[in-house]
């Protein structure tokens, strides 16, 4: 069968790896897949480098309403809010007849569409739609990868009938975890679909590791004997920078001597933001800021703990899985998803969003407690093995593109 994936991406993160993960370990070796990318992603190289199995690659030029209102970035919100409103519904009626010819033309008999969120990416709506109305083919499965958010009221008429086409030629419409997926019902054309999901992310077992390689604590100049804490993610607000900047604050009261590597993808005004508050906090020698070069896996075979300090939401916390699976014990804030990776407590701790003296607390413990944080990491990487294995995840995915309309 010939399945396209389809996905919309300004930032270079968890949505890439999930992708290369999905594409490596696709189970159906005679399928031939394709991904469709705007050809602006940041992390679309990244991708392309890291697939280890025969997959075609469209980077279309689509013109997105996103990459242009860039340009004003600089322009106070009073007049950048009102011509982002102005402009998106204009971008996505522009949509519809360029993914229609770039469809059109693709020898694909299924479409998986893989959304940071929802509404999320506005090509990924509009691919739904042009696919289920014109294509005459199996009608896509729609996966987000983020919370939904309820439409703002001035917009509500419009994106209430752009709802009802998406749900209308969907399959089904996934997301991550069971918390992720029931937000889609604060879209009040979504809020009685039957056709809402959920399929748990997975992650690999780890590689082996070069045993040559130069160590991320030479090149960030750590001490081998410092304790070191990693947080893996974007520089987005959402994932709780400052929460977790305060906190280790607090960690270094009790363990003076530990490092915090934060690593991901964010815009240089996201990171500025985020050194600002390290200065602010006189963490300059404790804290390394760090971009999206840093390989994951070597980070977490070098760390102690891995940390998620997400406050607005966390549609899942892959960074959690792939902790498990380095058996590196976790902490995070309970917020979305995270609960059903790190239920029981077993693989870490998980606290309150708001408990900030609980979280630097738990990260104190797990790395002065060594032989706490060692049963809390075999207890995450067995965690890991029965229920987050990449292997269930794309095997998962692969069963409901094959099925039929209903399963």
């Not at 790896?17 to 679309?44: K, Q, R, V």
């Not at 920078?241 to 991901?264: C, N």
């Not at 999206?292 to 960074?319: A, C, K, N, P, Y």
Request: glycine residues 8%; aromatic residues 8%.
């Amino acid at each position: 069968m010939k399945i396209a994936l389809f996905t919309e991406n300004g930032y270079a993160g968890g949505l890439d790896t999930f992708i290369t993960n999905l594409i490596n370990n696709w189970s159906e070796p005679a399928d031939d897949l394709t991904l469709i990318c705007n050809h602006d992603h940041p992390g679309l190289e990244t991708v392309v480098g890291n697939l280890t199995r025969a997959c075609r690659i469209i980077d279309h030029r689509t013109p997105l309403q996103w990459v242009f209102l860039r340009r004003f970035s600089g322009l106070p919100d009073i007049l950048r809010k009102p011509l982002s409103a102005l402009l998106k519904y204009l971008y996505f009626l522009s949509y519809l007849p360029q993914l229609w010819i770039l469809l059109r033309h693709l020898d694909v008999d299924r479409l998986m569409i893989v959304n940071g969120g929802y509404p999320g990416g506005d090509t990924c709506r509009a691919a739904a739609i042009v696919w289920g109305a014109f294509m005459r083919k199996e009608p896509s499965i729609h996966d987000f990868h983020n919370l939904a958010v309820a439409p703002m009221w001035w917009e509500r008429w419009i994106e209430n009938r752009i709802d009802a086409l998406v749900e209308r030629y969907s399959k089904f419409i996934l997301s991550t975890s069971r918390a992720s997926a029931e937000t889609i019902r604060l879209r009040p054309a979504m809020a009685r679909s039957t056709k809402i999901g959920f399929v748990h992310n997975g992650t690999e077992e780890p590689p082996t590791l070069d045993p040559e390689r130069k160590r991320i604590r030479d090149m960030l100049g750590i001490p081998t004997e410092s304790p070191l804490c990693a947080m893996l993610g974007t520089y987005e607000p959402r994932k709780g920078h400052r929460f977790l900047l305060e906190a280790f604050t607090r960690v270094l009261q009790a363990v003076p001597d530990a490092h915090l590597v934060v690593s991901g993808y964010g815009q240089n005004d996201e990171v500025a933001n985020v050194a600002g508050m390290v200065e602010k906090l006189g963490l300059g020698e404790s804290v390394h800021l760090e971009g999206f070069w840093i390989d994951r896996h070597e980070l977490m075979e070098e760390s102690e703990v891995v940390v998620v300090s997400s406050q607005g939401f966390e549609s899942f916390g892959l960074t959690l899985v792939e902790a498990m699976s380095h058996k590196v014990p976790v902490v995070t804030t309970r917020v979305g998803g995270t609960p059903e990776v790190v239920a029981s407590d077993e693989g870490g701790f998980s606290v309150e969003p708001n408990d900030l003296e609980g979280f630097a607390e738990k990260i104190a413990l797990l790395l002065t407690d060594h032989k706490l944080a060692r049963r809390k990491g075999e207890q995450g990487y067995r965690r890991f093995q029965d229920h987050f294995t990449i292997r269930r995840m794309a095997g998962e995915y692969a069963r409901l593109i094959h099925a039929d309309r209903a399963v």
